[in-house]
T-cell receptor, first 116, second 113 residues
Framework: GAGVSQSPSNKVTEKGKDVELRCDPI?????LYWYRQSLGQGLEFLIY????????KSGLPSDRFSAERTGGSVSTLTIQRTQQEDSAVYLC??????????????FGPGTRLLVL | GNSVTQMEGPVTLSEEAFLTINCTYT??????LFWYVQYPGEGLQLLLK?????DKGSNKGFEATYRKETTSFHLEKGSVQVSDSAVYFC????????????FGKGTLLTVNP
């Protein structure tokens, strides 16, 4: 079946502009994660959605970052007033959501964001 | 908090050489352990995992054993191939309020023919 998809694959923006990144999880997966992959920081957790529960936003680096998940499926990560340090690859992952730490997370191809 | 330390690369080997990538962890609670791989131009994919002490995860000739006493999960392969060239990430998850993965920095492996 289809895997996790993300769009756009690449995004170039100017400092101070807002950007929206989209994630389509695997059908039937109730858990959805956003991670950021950057040269300096490696792979970092950003936010976690589980079904209709309130998201865990503990990894968001500042209040310029927000995310929503509509209808328990598609998710959008929004970065307001982008800064150059926001340049990174943003990865989305989904899993079945059975609340087991050993559950496999399936990753999308990522969105490469470059802030000029 | 949770953390993962893996050997820094890059690692360069000749085909058919033995591979070890070291990974140690610190965790609150009892973690599940993972190795993810990122091939050039592709997304992260699970390579193998282990969920309790002394479990051995294996896939595609790679193996890693969950060692609770040394808090380690070293990745090994007896004979690497050019197609194994990729970045390898060690990771853990402990559950609790969320099931996020905590990753190591990644190790770039290049295998030459």
């Amino acid at each position: 079946g289809a895997g996790v998809s993300q769009s756009p694959s690449n995004k170039v923006t100017e400092k101070g502009k807002d950007v929206e990144l989209r994630c389509d999880p695997i059908s039937g997966h109730t858990a959805l994660y956003w991670y950021r992959q950057s040269l300096g920081q490696g792979l970092e957790f950003l936010i976690y959605f589980q079904g209709n529960s309130a998201p865990d936003k503990s990894g968001l680096p500042s209040d310029r970052f927000s995310a929503e998940r509509t209808g328990g499926s598609v998710s959008t990560l929004t970065i307001q007033r982008t800064q150059q340090e926001d340049s990174a690859v943003y990865l989305c992952a989904s899993s079945l959501g059975n609340r087991f730490p050993q559950e496999t997370q399936y990753f999308g191809p990522g969105t490469r964001l470059l802030v000029l | 908090g949770n953390s993962v330390t893996q050997m820094e690369g890059p690692v360069t080997l000749s085909e058919e050489a033995f591979l070890t990538i070291n990974c140690t962890y610190t965790a609150t609670g009892y973690p599940s352990l993972f190795w993810y791989v990122q091939y050039p131009g592709e997304g992260l994919q699970l390579l193998l995992k282990a969920t309790k002490a002394d479990d051995k995860g294996s896939n595609k000739g790679f193996e890693a054993t969950y060692r609770k006493e040394t808090t380690s999960f070293h990745l090994e392969k007896g004979s690497v191939q050019v197609s194994d060239s990729a970045v390898y990430f060690c990771a853990l998850s402990t559950g609790g309020s969320n099931y996020k993965l905590t990753f190591g920095k990644g190790t770039l492996l290049t295998v030459n023919p």
